[in-house]
C-alpha cells in the first residue's frame, strides 16, 4: 500500500524564522514528488520533483528529493504570516498511476 | 471560469439522504479524482478513473459511488449519507506525465 508521511504534523514560529517540512514516502513505481500549499480552500501547487539532488526554488520556497532516502523536504525562509497554511506532500506512483497523500503540516506563523 | 467546477460548494443534509456531488472540467485530463479532506488526516482518495469506461476504487470508497458520464464530467453520491460522512470533498484531475493535480474549488458537505 502507497505511504506518505509527513513531519511534524504542526509548527508555531515567528515571522522571519526559516522553517523545514519534511515528507517520506513508500510508493510503487515513483513518478514524482508534489508539494502543495493550502490555504482556506483548495491545494494550490508549489513543486513538483523528478530528480533526485536537484533543488527547486520560488522566492522564499525551496525543495529537494532524496530519491535513495524516499524522502523530501521543503524550506521556507524569512518566514511571513502569510505563509500560515498547511503544507501538502504528495507522490505519484506510475503503477497505480494515482496520488497519495501525506496528512499535511499546519504551519502557523505568528508576527 | 475555473478549469475544475464543482457543484454544490456547500450542501447540509440529513442522515439517509441520497446525496451527489458534481464536477465538471475543461482542463481535457482523462484523469479525475474524488478525495475527501477531514482535519488531520490530509486527502483520501475515495474513487479515481482514467477515462469514461475506467473507474477505480480508492483507499475509502465504502458509502460512495461514482459516475464517469463523460471525460469532462465526473460525479460522487452518497446513496445514504450518515454523519461520518461529514467533510471536505474535492475533485481533481491530473496530468498523466507528472501527476499534476489540479484542484475543484471543494464542496463541503455537513450530515445531521
Known amino acids: 500500500e502507497d505511504k506518505v508521511v509527513q513531519s511534524p504534523l504542526s509548527l508555531v514560529v515567528h515571522e522571519g524564522d526559516t522553517v523545514t517540512l519534511n515528507c517520506s514516502y513508500e510508493?510503487?513505481?515513483?513518478?514524482?514528488l508534489l508539494w502543495y500549499k493550502q490555504e482556506k480552500k483548495a491545494p494550490t501547487f508549489l513543486f513538483m520533483l523528478?530528480?533526485?539532488?536537484i533543488e527547486k526554488k520560488s522566492g522564499r520556497l525551496s525543495s529537494i528529493l532524496d530519491k535513495k532516502e524516499l524522502s523530501s523536504i521543503l524550506n521556507i525562509t524569512a518566514t511571513q504570516t502569510g505563509d500560515s497554511a498547511i503544507y501538502l506532500c504528495?507522490?505519484?506512483?506510475?503503477?497505480?498511476?494515482?496520488?497519495?497523500f501525506g496528512t499535511g503540516t499546519k504551519l502557523q506563523v505568528i508576527p | 471560469d475555473a478549469d475544475v467546477t464543482q457543484t454544490p460548494r456547500n450542501r447540509i443534509t440529513k442522515t439517509g439522504k441520497r446525496i451527489m456531488l458534481e464536477c465538471s472540467q475543461t482542463?481535457?485530463?482523462?484523469?479525475m479524482y474524488w478525495y475527501r479532506q477531514d482535519p488531520g488526516l490530509g486527502l483520501r482518495l475515495i474513487y479515481y478513473?482514467?477515462?469514461?469506461?475506467?473507474?477505480n476504487k480508492g483507499e475509502i470508497s465504502d458509502g460512495y459511488s461514482v459516475s464517469r458520464q463523460a471525460q469532462a464530467k465526473f460525479s460522487l453520491s452518497l446513496e445514504s449519507a450518515i454523519p461520518n460522512q461529514t467533510a471536505l470533498y474535492f475533485c481533481?484531475?491530473?496530468?498523466?506525465?507528472?501527476?499534476?493535480?489540479?484542484f475543484g474549488e471543494g464542496s463541503r458537505l455537513t450530515v445531521l
Open positions: 481533481a484531475t491530473s496530468d498523466p506525465n507528472t501527476g499534476e493535480l489540479f
Open positions: 510508493v510503487t513505481n515513483f513518478r514524482s
Open positions: 523528478t530528480s533526485s539532488g
Open positions: 504528495a507522490a505519484y506512483s506510475g503503477g497505480y498511476q494515482k496520488v497519495t
Open positions: 482542463k481535457g485530463h482523462d484523469r
Open positions: 478513473s482514467f477515462d469514461v469506461k475506467d473507474i
